[in-house]
């Protein structure tokens, strides 16, 4: 079992910037792929980014490529994702997962594990 716990959503203004984190205990975390996810209202669940255990292999959204960074400390278990120039259209609850693979995949149902999701208001 993983569990994993965000935080770090808030309200920030169109442009601005915000990081969220996901803590994580229980199996090793470092061989996990974890990823980002979002979801608003009225709309699917939707990939963000994903990052390999090494941390050297990462894959965006095209809607947030360029403006989100993820990362990961395998030390301290937790993996961040860094937004910058948001936008009204990135409000939506951000959810962490985590996934035993060895291959990156973008579909919410191939992730084993997820958090309670931290929210995350852009506005206009």
């Known amino acids: 079992q993983v569990q994993l716990v965000e935080s770090g959503g808030g309200l920030v203004q169109a442009g601005g910037s915000l990081r969220v984190s996901c803590a994580a205990s229980?199996?090793?975390?470092?061989?996990?792929?974890m990823g980002w996810f979002r979801q608003a209202p009225g709309k699917e669940r939707e990939f963000v980014a994903a990052?390999?255990?090494?941390?050297?292999?990462?894959y965006y959204a095209d809607s947030v490529k360029g403006r989100f960074v993820i990362s990961r400390d395998n030390a301290e278990n937790t993996v961040y994702l860094q937004m910058s120039t948001l936008k009204p259209e990135d409000t939506a609850v951000y959810y962490c997962?985590?996934?035993?693979?060895?291959?990156?995949?973008?579909?919410?149902?191939?992730?084993?594990?997820w958090g309670q999701g931290t929210q995350v208001t852009v506005s206009s």
């Open positions: 997962a985590a996934e035993a693979s060895f291959t990156i995949h973008t579909r919410a149902t191939a992730y084993d594990y």
């Open positions: 229980g199996r090793t975390f470092s061989r996990y792929i």
């Open positions: 990052i390999k255990w090494s941390g050297g292999s990462t």
